[in-house]
């Protein structure tokens, strides 16, 4: 098992700048993802960013040059800068990790961002 706790949502205004942590403990493996994904109101849950422990880091593209995922390895966290925020940015945001190996992921209980005009 492992277990994900998130830290860092928040109210913010358009055009400012939020940072997402995210700790990971348990049986955590070497092999793994983590990032972040993100659920509007009335809509799917969707990929914002991930790192792989190899080094890979991948975005999507509504988020490319405006957020920047990084993983502190030696303290199991993952963060997400955020800047630029715009309103559409506004969504639960859930941290996710995915061991490579046997493909088992866990999902954080979420953090709320809200950007306002």
């Known amino acids: 098992q492992v277990q994900l706790v998130e830290s860092g949502g928040g109210l913010v205004q358009a055009g400012g700048s939020l940072r997402l942590s995210c700790a990971a403990s348990?049986?955590?493996?070497?092999?793994?993802?983590i990032g972040w994904y993100r659920q509007a109101p009335g809509k799917q849950r969707e990929l914002v960013a991930f790192?792989?422990?190899?080094?890979?880091?991948n975005y999507a593209d509504a988020v490319k040059g405006r957020f920047t995922i990084s993983r502190d390895n030696a303290k199991k966290t993952v963060y997400l800068q955020m800047n630029s925020l715009k309103p559409e940015d506004t969504a639960v945001y859930y941290c996710?990790?995915?061991?490579?190996?046997?493909?088992?992921?866990?999902w954080g209980q979420g953090t709320q961002v809200t950007v306002s005009l």
């Open positions: 996710h990790y995915r061991n490579l190996r046997t493909t088992a992921e866990y």
């Open positions: 348990g049986s955590t493996f070497s092999a793994n993802r």
């Open positions: 790192a792989s422990s190899g080094g890979f880091t």
